[in-house]
């Protein structure tokens, strides 16, 4: 086979295989039935082989036609991943940076927003998310995220190791008759923190307690959260106590919506490191954007 098939008969080939009718492929491709068979049929004289078997009922992929709409479907993503990647190159003017929801909307947001409204001339794009981040596929200049090893061939700059420590919303407080009690407070529901395959990294109660010299291995049901916002936000209405992490507690101990119990921090097991590849270096804002995320911490 010398010649590449049509686009459109491939296209074809993938709608009817996905819906198992060339009368519904019709309606979504915007073309009549007739038009999709005669697509087919090209594409089967040139690959010299038949891809559906025919019925009254609709059509079905052939061992061939299943083979070959692996691939098929493989090839039109790239196309369509090369289309967004060449999108985004012609997206200069924003710097779109990538992290966690709960460092979004608790850190970087806020400070996005000051810096912003110092230099108006710059466009900054939030994405918000859990995903590991694939640069020459995701229209992403740089991204914050937990530990490095999941980037060892991208740029890397140390931004900050966070700590927990326990805090609890003010009203909850005035329930407990002994402030200085702190068996007295960890009667209260206890706020639990998920994060999956990150939680070695991230204290927890148990090692709260073992650092304060208390048994860590009856703990007090409360509720359980895999995203740090949600957590602190039950916290802040009084839903139970929550070993905070310090940069994301910021405004709610600044405005006293939370309270620290005592001084006792616990780190993190893993820094947050700013991520980019060296392409990224090519857009003009952004040395300036990186500098100033470092000047945050």
């Not at 997206?91 to 929801?101: D, W």
């Not at 329930?175 to 960890?186: F, G, H, K, W």
Request: charged share 25%; aromatic share 10%; proline share 4%.
């Amino acid at each position: 086979m010398s010649k590449f098939p049509i686009l459109n008969g491939l296209k074809a080939f993938v709608v009817s295989a996905k819906l198992g009718s060339f009368s519904s492929a019709a309606e979504i491709l915007c073309i009549t039935p007739a038009a999709v068979s005669q697509q087919i049929r090209q594409l089967e004289s040139q690959l010299e082989s038949v891809l559906f078997e025919r019925s009254k009922s609709g059509v079905r992929l052939t061992h061939a036609g299943e083979q070959y709409l692996y691939f098929v479907d493989q090839a039109l993503d790239s196309l369509s991943r090369g289309q967004q990647a060449l999108s985004s190159l012609k997206k200069q003017s924003v710097f779109t940076i990538a992290t966690f929801p709960s460092v979004a909307s608790k850190w970087l947001m806020p400070n996005i927003f000051t810096f912003m409204q110092e230099r108006p001339e710059l466009e900054i794009r939030l994405e918000a998310g859990h995903r590991k981040i694939n640069f020459y596929r995701d229209d992403v200049d740089a991204c914050i995220g937990f530990g490095d090893h999941d980037y060892p061939n991208e740029e890397k700059v140390y931004l900050f190791r966070d700590s927990v420590s326990l805090v609890v919303s003010p009203n909850l407080l005035d329930q407990v008759d002994d402030r200085e009690d702190v068996e007295s407070l960890l009667k209260m529901p206890m706020i639990h923190v998920d994060w999956g395959e990150d939680n070695n990294y991230l204290p927890n109660w148990r090692d709260w307690l073992r650092v304060v010299g208390l048994d860590g291995s009856k703990l007090n049901p409360g509720l359980h959260f895999n995203l740090s916002n949600l957590a602190i936000e039950a916290a802040v209405e009084g839903k139970g106590i929550l070993l905070g992490q310090g940069l994301l507690i910021q405004n709610e101990l600044k405005d006293g919506r939370l309270v620290k119990v005592d001084d006792i921090c616990l780190p993190l097991e893993q820094a947050y490191y700013l991520i980019y590849p060296k392409r990224t270096l090519d857009k003009s804002q952004a040395l300036e954007v990186i500098r100033f995320l470092q000047s945050l911490v």
